[in-house]
């Protein structure tokens, strides 16, 4: 216990010993902050009747419902910010392979499921971490700007600190993830590209083409995103759907589930593929 406890305090040390994570933690807290809040505004002031619907240049029918608008705009903590996570789990594994430390890692601690696990129970924390620092934004922006056009940011609702909880969770999962990925796939630019089209591109128009029948927007409850957004409970990609969320999603713990798994095949694949092999 104490060699695992060691393992997992040194791989906090390699992390919070370099710019990477607050640089990105800035990013994030910008980007979430900026989406929540100008999305908060826009639809708060079109429900409060401040925006017209037709000034907007949407209508009436397409506006989420006072119960339903604070969660969405929560939600962009982890619907749209869970590439940060991924990418600091990413970089901090193939960073281990780029710069050779995985050497002298190993020579101090030969057993190397146990340094794979030290990582992956650090970067959950700090996906976790980086849950609230997204959810400061979301949260923190997006509740005020609601509060000023009257609309009920719900933060006495005891289902919007669950839903907050499942946020960090979900955040927490995708920064696995970014480890699996990143001992599947060694080379850090690499890594980098696939995140980045994975996340930006491929998933989203996946889950576009797969929502527009109930039988493939099926199959699509059970992408990674996907996943994590019915983990949470909540997310713009939902009411973006072309079948108005038809088919019957997953619950939330089916998608903690399906995200869990994700993260344990990637981990799991990459041992067996490139951890296991001379790093010399």
């Known amino acids: 216990m104490s060699s695992l406890l060691n393992a997992i305090g040194a791989e906090f040390a390699k992390i919070l010993t370099t710019r990477l994570w607050w640089i990105l933690a800035l990013v994030l807290f910008g980007y979430i902050g900026l989406l929540a809040g100008g999305l908060a505004a826009l639809f708060a002031g ?12 949407t209508s009436s029918g397409g506006i989420p419902d006072f119960g339903t608008l604070p969660p969405l705009v929560y939600s962009f903590a982890s619907s749209v910010g869970y ?43 700090v996906g976790a971490v980086f849950g609230v620092v997204a959810l400061a934004a979301s949260v923190g922006i997006g509740a005020p700007v609601m509060n000023a056009f009257d609309v009920d940011p719900m933060l006495s609702d005891a289902a919007t600190w669950w839903l907050i909880g499942r946020i960090v969770l979900a955040m927490g999962l995708w920064a696995i993830i970014g480890v699996g990925l990143g001992v599947l796939v060694p080379n850090q630019v690499a890594s980098i590209v696939i995140v980045l089209a994975f996340t930006q591109f491929v998933e989203p128009l996946l889950r576009l083409a797969a929502s527009f029948l109930e039988v493939t927007a099926r199959i699509g409850n059970f992408l990674p995103g996907a996943a994590s957004d019915a983990l949470v409970g909540a997310s713009v990609f939902t009411m973006a759907s072309p079948t108005g969320g038809a088919a019957e999603a997953l619950d939330w713990w089916q ?17 067996a593929v490139s951890w296991k092999r001379d790093v010399t």
């Open 46 to 57: 079109i429900q409060s009747g401040a925006i017209s619907p037709d000034a907007a240049g």
């Open 255 to 271: 998608g903690g589930l399906v995200l869990l798994a994700y993260a344990l095949a990637a981990t799991v694949g990459g041992y």
């Open 83 to 125: 590439v940060f996570p991924v990418l600091i789990g990413a970089l901090a594994t193939t960073g281990e392979f780029r710069h050779q430390t995985l050497t002298p890692t190993f020579l101090a601690s030969p057993r190397r499921g146990q340094v794979l696990g030290a990582k992956v129970i650090a970067l959950f924390v």
